[in-house]
């Protein structure tokens, strides 16, 4: 019989998650004809080797000859991933300029992958239709009354009607709210209400740190409804998560770091982007290099579901997003817990250093007002943005500085472990470096004081305190993070010393002084989002202390007290970024325009010339008119690799989508390990 004249499906587009630019073609068996949908996981073989893929869609005839076409080898016994995921994965691949599979590489569906081991796969027999499986077969009915709600205030109360007025008209809602004025528990309202009308709930937030802190405030409302899926979580608990979601049998309420948006939901109630401003959002490692915050936008679209973004520093792009109508904008203004306005005080280091009130990296100002909270038994927050004991050594004798032999750039040092490593490449180095290895002499000289440097000199000035450090070195394992901030929570600490991880969100009472060491390093970024960055990191330090009514107070060291951004931070962010932004409009940076960077790179000089040579003719005949480049980076050399990078702007029009896909579609040729495309990037 031929079938294919009966109009029966027989082959299967599929797409496999590693980094092919298109789909490709496979023969669905006989005995799985009937079991085979849109959006089944397959295993297939590409050159001898096994791999998971996901049918996109069914296919009558190919566009080929059949005889060179493949069978699929098996169906796995997993929730088919519903049509309208594969569509929210295409358009995140259309937007970012990548190739589907990079996406579907990236997506959540990674973490089904079951053990490498052959007999733990999960197969599906010949003929049998996958249902969806039931994974919370017992779960409770839900009600309104199983949630223990959190208590609103009268303008919590209004936030949330307004919130729910701007849903009903489906707009996503900016909630503006200032420091420690209870985002969270509209939040959580939001999300019971979610569940009692059997949607899910996905609940983002840019850190895992964070998330550990808030799950222990969700579980206590939501118990068994809520799940958590990150990186971190072992990759069975993931796979749960991911069959929970794609059975769509009990709305849970997913807490979870950006990866998360993968996970293939079909209904969502709300999603809810917590501090959306957080650059740790954005993805910038590898294809897809998305932004969470936009992506959950794009999800939202597609699914029809309520969005929440909420910030006490909204980013630019929100702001404009309310300014042109296309979000609603609802203001928390006052502190759940009241209390009085934070006190900013900048101290001037080098006229300090002059009058000899300095120790070490401590002015006598700072110091003073340590003691003064450790005698009150107070809490106190040091912020440096650099980890490591110093960001550069060397030798007093002859000059030589040690610098990575990948990148060229100066190595930190950091005194345990006695190693230089390098923070761009991740070249590591232990040895002697206490003796300079160039002339032996041991004259070494440290510069630039980091973390670990910072909490050894705090031991000295305050040998009685409890001192803790939080950065990537010191909490490099869920278990000692998980300590750290619970002793600090639970005031078994007294002074912590952290980078930008200590910024973000957590709610400290007995915290009441934040300062800031040599915060002049946190302004002198060249990037164009830099003093937009730095007023949201000084305001959400800012807004860490005196969180239940304490006085507080956030004392600033820099070198450079004259700078625009330390005089801004005196006063609500509100009233600031209104000067920055008419900045960026003046020089056409975003939001008011869209910028797609594009890094070219290789091991020789060369071909990176060459290779940025060809991109620049492409760039000209998409039509692009307003760009930079090829010029070269901060970092001319990362990795034993030389850069060179384009800078496109395009307007946000019509045209401007239609010029980036044709710039797609001529750089797609061109190797992904040579020309990285960053659509929206967070640095240019």
């Not at 004991?389 to 472990?417: M, Q, V, W």
């Not at 390098?422 to 590591?428: M, N, T």
């Amino acid at each position: 019989m031929d079938m294919m004249n009966k109009g029966i499906k027989r082959y299967a587009e599929v797409v496999i998650p590693l980094r092919f630019k298109e789909s490709l073609t496979y023969l669905i068996p006989d005995e799985y004809l009937f079991s085979i949908s849109e959006g089944s996981v397959v295993r297939i073989k590409i050159g001898g080797a096994s791999h998971q893929a996901i049918v996109r869609r069914l296919l009558e005839r190919p566009d080929f000859d059949p005889n060179k076409i493949k069978k699929i080898e098996q169906v796995l016994n997993l929730p088919p991933i519903p049509a309208i995921h594969i569509k929210f994965l295409e358009q995140v691949a259309g937007y970012y300029m990548c190739p589907i599979g990079d996406v579907f590489r990236f997506a959540a569906f990674s973490s089904v992958k079951t053990t490498k081991k052959e007999d733990n796969l999960l197969i599906c027999d010949p003929g049998t239709t996958i249902a969806a499986e039931s994974t919370a077969e017992n779960s409770p009915e839900i009600k309104p009354t199983n949630f223990p709600l959190p208590t609103l205030s009268e303008e919590q109360q209004i936030a949330l009607e307004q919130t729910q007025v701007y849903f009903k008209s489906n707009k996503p809602v900016l909630l503006n709210g200032v420091t420690g004025s209870g985002k969270t528990e509209i939040y959580i309202h939001l999300a019971a209400e979610a569940l009692v009308q059997g949607k899910n709930v996905l609940y983002l937030v840019p850190e895992i740190a964070l998330s550990r802190q808030i799950e222990n405030r969700l579980k206590k409302v939501f118990g068994e409804h809520l799940m958590t899926y990150h990186s971190k979580k072992t990759a069975a608990y993931r796979r749960n998560v991911y069959k929970t979601i794609a059975s769509n049998s009990s709305p849970v309420v997913i807490l979870g770091a950006r990866s998360a948006l993968f996970l293939p939901f079909q209904e969502l109630g709300v999603i809810i982007v917590d501090e959306e401003h957080d650059s740790s959002y954005k993805q910038t490692d590898s294809a897809p290099r998305y932004h969470g915050r936009d992506t959950a936008l794009i999800l939202s679209s597609i699914l029809k579901s309520n969005i929440i973004l909420g910030s006490a520093t909204p980013s630019f792009e929100s702001l404009y997003n309310v300014k042109i109508n296309k979000f609603g904008q609802v203001d928390l203004n006052s502190r759940f817990f009241g209390g009085t306005e934070c006190r900013i005080t900048t101290v001037d280091m080098n006229k300090e250093r002059k009058k000899w009130a300095v120790k070490g990296s401590f002015s006598k100002i700072l110091i003073k007002a340590i003691q003064k909270r450790l005698d009150n038994n107070e809490q106190v927050l040091i912020f440096r943005s650099r980890r490591a004991y110093a960001t550069t050594i060397e030798c007093a004798d002859c000059g030589y500085i040690p610098k990575c032999p990948r990148c060229n750039i100066p190595l930190h040092f950091h005194k345990s472990g006695s190693r230089l490593s390098c923070h761009i490449c991740g070249f590591s180095n232990s040895s002697n470096w206490l003796q300079c290895p160039e002339c032996h002499c041991n004259q070494i000289k440290m510069y630039g004081p980091g973390t670990e440097k910072i909490e050894e000199e705090l031991q000295q000035l305050f040998p009685q305190a409890r001192i803790a450090r939080f950065d990537a070195d010191s909490t490099s394992s869920k278990k000692e993070e998980e300590r750290i901030l619970k002793q600090f929570a639970s005031k078994e600490i007294d002074i912590i010393v952290g980078t930008q991880m200590i910024s973000k969100g957590f709610d400290f009472e007995g915290l009441t002084l934040a300062a800031v060491i040599k915060a002049e390093a946190i302004s002198s970024i060249f990037d164009f989002r830099a003093d937009e960055k730095a007023l949201q990191l000084l305001s959400q330090i800012k807004g860490r202390v005196g969180r239940r009514g304490n006085s507080a107070e956030m004392i600033i060291q820099t070198s450079r007290p004259e700078h625009p951004i330390f005089k801004m931070a005196e006063h609500p962010y509100s009233a600031q970024n209104d000067i920055l932004s008419r900045e960026r409009e003046e020089f056409l940076y975003p939001p008011f325009v869209r910028l797609i960077k594009i890094t070219v790179k290789s091991p020789y000089k060369n071909k990176t010339e060459q290779l940025s040579a060809d991109i620049r003719s492409k760039i000209i005949s998409a039509g692009v008119q307003d760009f930079t480049g090829p010029t070269t980076p901060p970092l001319e050399i990362i990795d034993k690799e030389y850069h060179l990078q384009f800078l496109i702007k395009l307007k946000r029009d019509r045209r401007s989508i239609e010029i980036k896909e044709k710039l797609y579609q001529l750089l797609k040729d061109i190797p992904s390990n040579n020309c990285i495309i960053d659509v929206d990037p967070i640095n240019a």
